[in-house]
């Protein structure tokens, strides 16, 4: 069980260098947003994929923790570093508004996914009401290009900065998989009943996951403002965040450590291809894009991290 968790982290420092290395501007955002895919795919699997509740609105967390980082630092003038680690704390705290009232009434399985689904919509529509967030226009953050400021000059920075955000979202499930709690969160997941029956607070320990799992999607909120400088509420609380949120661990294999870091790298490439072979229709990358990932799950459903034990038995038995 240790083997993967520790297998993904010697992956992660073996990226350390790669701006050293590549020099292509493509490949270094090709990169970063890969990193930013697997932070946001393994903010969901705590919840998701280790807990087994099924969030479609990851958005509501994300949209928080951005917000967060660039209203307090275009209103309050408080450094971005620390609204950085002020977007967890409202990302964990959004987790844990929507967990308490979804779990104080038992809602579960499809309830609970319409429900954060539902969430994210009304957090929206608040984002796109209130002027302190800019409203519909959106939320313009000043351009002031130093590392002080959490804006660099080249993309370097920024890949530094989403790969240790995503070595400590990879470690903190690498420690979810190797702890007590981390065990009566599958025991939730498996049964509720049971794990009840021995002794574990279903609610509170599904209230402890997603609060870590929104904490570490307003860090990737946080990223995603400082990276563009600009938010709107359909940027924050969009579908497309939750839906991303959602398919790079289930294309990955969700409730393992590496599923996020391999369905990362997939969706990007699946992303880049669709795009590039279809340049030519508008519309039709998106149709190819879908194909292929519905094509993945019906094959592997339990993603492709599970290639590799079916490559490895295939292999003795040939040996």
């Not at 599904?206 to 990223?223: D, N, R, V």
């Not at 790298?265 to 894009?289: K, M």
Request: hydrophobic residues 55%.
């Amino acid at each position: 069980m240790k083997t993967p968790g520790l297998l993904a982290l010697a992956v992660l420092l073996a990226l350390v260098p790669l701006p050293l290395l590549v020099q292509s501007g493509f490949w270094l955002q090709f990169a970063i947003f890969t990193l930013y895919f697997a932070l946001l795919g393994q903010s969901w699997n705590l919840l998701g994929g280790y807990g087994g509740q099924r969030s479609f609105g990851h958005a509501a967390f994300f949209g928080t923790g951005a917000y967060a980082a660039a209203v307090l630092q275009v209103d309050l003038g408080v450094n971005p570093w620390l609204c950085l680690g002020l977007a967890g704390l409202f990302g964990a705290a959004a987790g844990g508004f929507v967990g308490a009232l979804s779990f104080r009434y038992g809602l579960r399985g499809s309830y609970f996914a319409l429900v954060t689904l539902a969430f994210a919509e009304v957090f929206r529509i608040v984002a796109d009401s209130v002027p302190f967030t800019g409203a519909g226009v959106g939320l313009q953050i000043p351009l002031r290009q130093t590392a002080a400021n959490f804006q660099f000059h080249d993309k370097a920075g920024f890949y530094a900065v989403i790969l240790a955000l995503t070595a400590l979202a990879t470690a903190v499930a690498w420690w979810l998989e190797n702890s007590r709690f981390g065990a009566e969160l599958v025991a939730v997941r498996e049964n509720e009943d049971a794990a009840r029956a021995l002794g574990i607070d279903v609610n509170r320990t599904k209230l402890w996951a997603i609060a870590l799992s929104g904490a570490l999607a307003g860090f990737a909120g946080s990223f995603y403002a400082q990276y563009f400088l600009y938010l709107d509420p359909r940027l924050a609380y969009g579908v497309e965040v939750s839906v991303t949120a959602l398919l790079v661990p289930l294309i990955g294999g969700a409730g393992t450590v590496l599923g996020p870091l391999i369905g990362a790298v997939a969706l990007r490439a699946l992303n880049e291809i669709s795009s590039t072979v279809t340049s030519g229709a508008p519309g039709l990358n998106l149709v190819l894009y879908g194909a292929l990932l519905i094509a993945i799950l019906a094959f592997l459903p339990d993603g492709l991290v599970s290639l590799i034990p079916r490559l490895y038995r295939s292999r003795l038995r040939n040996a």
